[in-house]
């Protein structure tokens, strides 16, 4: 079983930054596509940032200038720095990742737990 753990978030004032990183772990044969999303109480889960295998990245335009996604192939982390943090970046943030268990299977999606990121005006 595969399982993606995140960590970093916390309360943070405004202007602030965090590092969030999510570690992925278990049996598989490969990891496709990762990336953030989150979640505010009261909203639906939306998109942050996403990154491909091969690093090419794409933000979702409240990210745009102020969040970089990152990723470790080796790690089997995937990373997102966020500066210039505003409130309404409060939210749940989650891993996600495409997991290919083994060479004749699809790959999978999976989530994280998720990781509280507060911040404060």
């Known amino acids: 079983q595969v399982q993606l753990v995140e960590s ?3 309360l943070v004032q405004a202007g602030g930054s965090l590092r969030l990183s999510c570690a992925a772990s278990g049996r598989f044969f490969t990891i496709g ?3 953030w999303y989150r979640q505010a109480p009261g909203s ?4 942050v ?3 491909s295998s ?5 933000y979702a335009d409240s990210a745009k200038g102020r969040f970089t996604i990152s ?17 309404e970046d409060t939210a749940v943030y989650y891993c996600n990742a495409f997991f290919q268990l083994a060479v ?7 989530w994280g737990q998720g ?3 507060t911040v404060s005006s």
């Open 33 to 35: 596509g990762m990336g």
């Open 49 to 51: 940032a996403t990154i």
């Open 104 to 110: 004749s299977e699809p790959f999978r999606a999976y």
């Open 54 to 58: 091969g690093g090419l990245t794409t």
């Open 44 to 47: 639906q889960r939306e998109l």
């Open 71 to 87: 990723r470790d192939n080796v790690g089997d982390m995937v990373y997102l720095q966020m500066n210039t943090l505003k409130p």
């Open 115 to 117: 990781t509280q990121v």
């Open 8 to 10: 970093g978030g916390k």
